[in-house]
């Protein structure tokens, strides 16, 4: 729907995987997300309460469709489909355990992982060994000669 000369534009910033989940929705229900949107601000701002019903676009010269909790038995295959595929897509840990144990690993804080090999690293090359695979060593031997 093009933007009339009197029309503004408004814009606001989602999770990637919200917008995706959100743009999903929509295409499960035939509404495109600018018509989702655009009809709940204008049925908030008329009836001056935050709830509503949307109406999909008018494809055809038929009648809007009021969307209701009646499913039909396409809509409904639709949405199992979508609850499959987002089940398969979430991640077994959420990310703020993820980004815990990459700072625990990775990190360069005293007592990471990181920072115990550096150590045990540190200590094994004073005693006169090292923590590389034999094969490894061997190869950086026959390198240098």
């Known amino acids: 729907m093009p933007a009339k000369p009197t029309e503004k534009q408004i814009t606001f910033f ?4 919200d917008r995706k989940q959100f743009q999903q929705l929509c295409k499960t229900t035939g509404i495109s997300a600018s018509m989702v949107l655009r009809s709940w601000v204008l ?3 008329k009836e001056q309460r935050l709830e509503m019903n949307v109406t999909p676009e008018a494809i055809t010269p038929t009648a809007p469709q009021v969307v209701n909790s009646s499913i039909s ?4 295959k639709n949405i199992l489909t979508r ?3 987002l089940e398969r897509q979430q991640p077994l840990l959420e990310k703020e355990e993820l980004m815990f144990m990459k ?3 990775l990190g ?5 992982i990181r920072n115990r090999l550096g150590v045990l690293e540190t200590q094994l090359q004073a005693l006169g060994g090292s923590i590389a695979w034999d094969k490894v060593v061997t190869d950086a031997k026959d390198a240098s000669e």
Do not use: K
């Not at 989602?14 to 995987?17: A, K, P, T, Y």
């Not at 038995?73 to 409904?76: A, K």
């Not at 360069?108 to 990471?112: E, R, S």
């Open 83 to 85: 609850l499959d595929s």
């Open 73 to 76: 038995n396409g809509q409904l």
């Open 43 to 45: 049925a908030a701002l």
């Open 108 to 112: 360069d804080d005293m007592g990471t």
């Open 14 to 17: 989602l999770e990637s995987e």
């Open 103 to 105: 700072d625990e690993v």
